[in-house]
Structures are given as structure tokens and as C-alpha cells.
T-cell receptor
């Protein structure tokens, strides 16, 4: 079945450093979504990528969808303490399959 | 507030028991998803319903079952509970498909039900 792998599992950075998490699917995806879950909270939708090679930006966050529509990345520039949380990618092909997430901690 | 309501928020029960978790989706959303979140396990997809019908199934145990009712609310039934079933159970809903049957639109998550089996 469809599997979505995400690395790294954990990432600790100093405030101001950049952060990247990578997502790979075992199958070609219709679209990929990214979510953020703050500690003690529920996942909150960030963005959806649909087209091959698509790149979208949200302020300091840059999302990319691979040409083969099997991988994606989320890059945060100049992290802030408010960026703390777990970032999940979710691949869509009938099911919405989540990766295990990357827990980002930021040292002020 | 995501607009998705899950009840109860917390549930403590003994092994071997049966519980029902309830989810009310956002107004107008036809899809309901159930996920299980355990420590270090991410969000495990259990099952998805679309407008009352089962649409996709994940790694849902035979002891677990779900349904979506005509008013679109959904229930997840967990029976013969084991200690390992202790987890956070999330329900999410999404709007009708925008670009075809394979396209899942943005999912809105409820606050979750924390189940503790003792």
C-alpha cells in the first residue's frame, strides 16, 4: 500500500537557522499536503501542492513538489520559536496518508 | 476552532471494554477521516467515509469499526480494548473533491479524543 516516509524524525535548531524536512512517497501522488501540529494540539493545514515541480511560498516557508510527484520538501528560513511543532506531509491518492512527521524544536 | 467537533475529549476505560468516539464534521464537508496517533507513530490512517459510504481503509483493526450517518456525523467503535489501543484519536473532515475522485482537499482536524486503556 501507499507509504509516506519523512525525514528527519527530529530536528533541533538555534533560532535564526534554517530548517528543512523531506517527504517521499512509495507511489505517485495526486497532491501533497503539509500540516503543522503544535505540542498538545491538532494538525493544522498549511498548504496543498498539486502540480509537478510546483513551488509555493508562505512568508518564511517554502514548499516544493517533485517533478515525479513522489517527493516534497518544506523549508523554513530563519526559524523562530513560534515555528516549534511537528510538521507532517500527507500524500493523497484516495487515502490521505501521513508521514510520521518531523518534530522541530528551536532554541532561542 | 476548526469546526470539527469530537466527543468525548478524554476517555479512560478498562481492557476488554468497548467505547464509541463521535465526530461532527464541518458544515458542508462530506468526507470524514479517522486517525490514530500514538507516541512515535505519527498519524495512522484508519478509515475514510464520503457521504455515508466507506471510501478508503487503512490499517484498521478488526476490533474497530466506523460508520457515517445520514446527517454526516461519524462514530468510531473500538471493542475488546487492549492497553496498546491507548492513543489520541483524531477525526478530520474535508469538502467535496475539487478536481476528481483521487483528490483529497484540505482536511480540518478536531481536537481529538484521548483514550486511555487501563
Amino acid at each position: 500500500g501507499q507509504q509516506v516516509m519523512q525525514i528527519p524524525q527530529y530536528q533541533h535548531v538555534q533560532e535564526g537557522e534554517d530548517f528543512t524536512t523531506y517527504c517521499n512517497s512509495s507511489t505517485t501522488l495526486s497532491n501533497i499536503q503539509w500540516y503543522k501540529q503544535r505540542p498538545g494540539g491538532h494538525p493544522v493545514f498549511l498548504i496543498q501542492l498539486v502540480k509537478s515541480g510546483e513551488v509555493k511560498k508562505q512568508k518564511r516557508l517554502t514548499f516544493q513538489f517533485g517533478e515525479a510527484k513522489k517527493n516534497s520538501s518544506l523549508h523554513i528560513t530563519a526559524t523562530q520559536t513560534t515555528d516549534v511543532g511537528t510538521y507532517f506531509c500527507a500524500g493523497s491518492n484516495y487515502k490521505l496518508t501521513f508521514g510520521k512527521g518531523t518534530l522541530l524544536t528551536v532554541n532561542p | 476552532d476548526s469546526g470539527v467537533t469530537q466527543t468525548p475529549k478524554h476517555l479512560i476505560t478498562a481492557t476488554g471494554q468497548r467505547v464509541t468516539l463521535r465526530c461532527s464534521p464541518r458544515s458542508g464537508d462530506l468526507s470524514v477521516y479517522w486517525y490514530q496517533q500514538s507516541l512515535d507513530q505519527g498519524l495512522q490512517f484508519l478509515i475514510q467515509y464520503y457521504n455515508g459510504e466507506e471510501r478508503a481503509k487503512g490499517n484498521i483493526l478488526e476490533r474497530f469499526s466506523a460508520q457515517q450517518f445520514p446527517d454526516l456525523h461519524s462514530e468510531l467503535n473500538l471493542s475488546s480494548l487492549e492497553l496498546g489501543d491507548s492513543a489520541l484519536y483524531f477525526c478530520a473532515s474535508s469538502a467535496p473533491f475539487g478536481q476528481g475522485p483521487l483528490m483529497n482537499t484540505e482536511a480540518f482536524f478536531g481536537q481529538g479524543t484521548r483514550l486511555t486503556v487501563v
